[in-house]
């Protein structure tokens, strides 16, 4: 099943900066271009210069823009602001770090190469699409620096095998360094380098599947990859590492391991449903499929804090057999509960869906709600920009109140969900389905340039 292979990560030298804070980032497909730009004047040697987001611009696909990056890369190198260790080693990450409720959490997991796999052959699993189209900006960005700027992340089911605690067997005494991030978490990094632990974890790993949590563009593009060069050169040597990508590895059962709530902030155009306009009407619509329990007494942030509350108190008291999220109307100001109806399932937008899927909240939204009642076209959504993603829901409600001001001829409306189970996804990958585009948002998110990983065509990866 999986081969899991230690390597010789390049990092940044910590005595070449003064601050580790100042060069890292979140992953690429998260930095827009206001924050691309805070962090390129963060400091002349922050990651962002290498891993060039994906924000469009002018000459966003110029040959000028990758070779920018290969030159800072092999600059860094040269003046040692990047070094490589010396030996193979696989790498563990902790994040220490507090929930928006308070609660403190420690997630444990490991950085290491895994073995290419095609998603049919089981070994990886996928449970989001991804596009060839999309993936060409990262297929040219690998080609020009022979890099891979940062880990995807997956998870696995421990089950028993103790591969985190044999790591710990091997653990320094201090982190190559310790790291915090803008939420303030606290992101350390140890190098396990003994042989006959790191021979024993590849062991383990033997048995079991490799699921992407965050990073299917990513794993998609190393796949591109091999394929374009197995179709120039012919088949690679097995210890080839274009056939490795870079994970962070996450056990399922680690008490760290979140996942929160994506809200969907849904704009409504006028000629979707002509004649719609007011929040009675929407509801006059829903309640063949919902229960609707108007959530009174309070301002808007008050409103939305307490369909959140009830949310979460129904399912602390298991109650939550049926499908239910959030609804708020901010042009009136109105909020809601909606609960699904028993034979709600029965709905033609739903029926033909396997029941791993028809159990998501995501689907139930995208199907029943989006495009069968409010007859929202996905594909229009997605050319149009019509369903924007937050995992805070204050930042959600800021931009719904500001669309209402702004645009009279569109409905802003401010869908707020409950979190994707990892059980779930794990069902979902399992039986070889897809879930709706930004059905998880894991948390925290890994840091882009605590370790990257070199490609050197006459190297080898050390196999056990």
């Known amino acids: 099943m999986a081969i899991v292979a230690p390597f010789r990560a390049l990092r940044f030298n910590p005595r070449k900066l003064e601050r580790l804070e100042d060069v890292v980032t979140p992953p690429y497909d998260i930095i827009d271009e206001k924050n691309q730009a805070a962090f390129q004047a963060r400091n002349p040697y922050n990651m962002i210069y290498l891993d060039i987001s994906k924000s469009p611009g002018k000459g966003d696909n110029s040959e000028e823009r990758y070779s920018s990056a290969r030159n800072y890369f092999t600059r860094w190198q040269e003046e040692k602001i ?31 190469l895994v073995g290419l796999a095609e998603f049919s052959e089981g070994t990886v699993k996928p449970h989001e699409e991804t596009f060839a189209t999309v993936t060409a900006d990262r297929l040219r960005l690998m080609d020009t620096c022979q890099a891979q700027f940062s880990q995807i992340f997956s998870l696995y089911a421990e089950e028993g095998a103790g591969i985190i605690s044999t790591l710990e067997k091997g653990l320094p005494d201090k982190p190559l360094y310790e790291v915090r991030d ?37 794993y998609s593009t190393a796949l591109q990859y091999r394929k374009q060069l197995q179709q120039k050169q012919g088949e690679l040597p097995t210890e080839s590492p274009y056939n490795f990508t870079m994970m962070y590895l996450c056990p399922m059962e680690d008490p760290g391991l979140t996942v929160l709530p994506t809200h969907r902030l849904v704009t409504l155009p006028a000629d979707v449903i002509p004649g719609l306009h007011a929040m009675d009407e929407l509801a006059g619509m829903m309640a063949g499929a919902f229960a609707l329990e108007e959530i009174k007494g309070g301002a808007r942030e008050i409103l939305v804090a307490e369909v959140l509350a009830r949310m979460d108190d129904r399912l602390a008291e298991g109650k939550k057999d049926r499908t239910m999220f959030g609804l708020y109307h901010a042009a009136e100001d109105r909020c809601f509960l909606l609960t699904l109806k028993e034979d709600a399932m029965q709905n033609r937008a739903l029926s033909h869906r396997p029941p791993a899927l028809r159990d998501l909240d995501v689907v139930i939204l995208s199907d029943l709600v989006l495009g069968d009642i409010l007859g929202l076209d996905h594909e229009r959504s997605e050319h149009e920009n019509l369903v924007r993603y937050f995992a805070d829901p204050d930042e959600a409600l800021d931009v719904a109140v500001k669309e209402s001001i702004k645009n009279e001829n569109a409905m802003p409306l401010l869908f707020l969900m409950n979190n994707t189970k990892v059980l779930q996804v794990k069902r979902v990958a399992d039986e070889n389905l897809i879930m709706p585009h930004k059905s998880t948002y894991f948390y925290p998110k890994i840091l882009t340039g605590l370790l990257l990983n070199k490609l050197n065509p006459d190297e080898r990866i050390v196999l056990k």
């Open 82 to 112: 990047l070094i490589r260790d010396d030996a193979p080693a696989i790498y563990l990450y902790y994040i220490d770090f507090t929930l928006p409720s308070g609660i403190r959490l420690t997630r444990k997991g490991l950085v290491a």
């Open 182 to 218: 803008a939420d303030g978490g606290k992101h350390s990094i140890w190098a396990i380098v003994d042989e006959e632990i790191l021979a024993r974890v590849q062991l383990l790993f033997r048995d079991k599947s490799v699921y992407i949590a965050d990073g299917h563009l990513r």
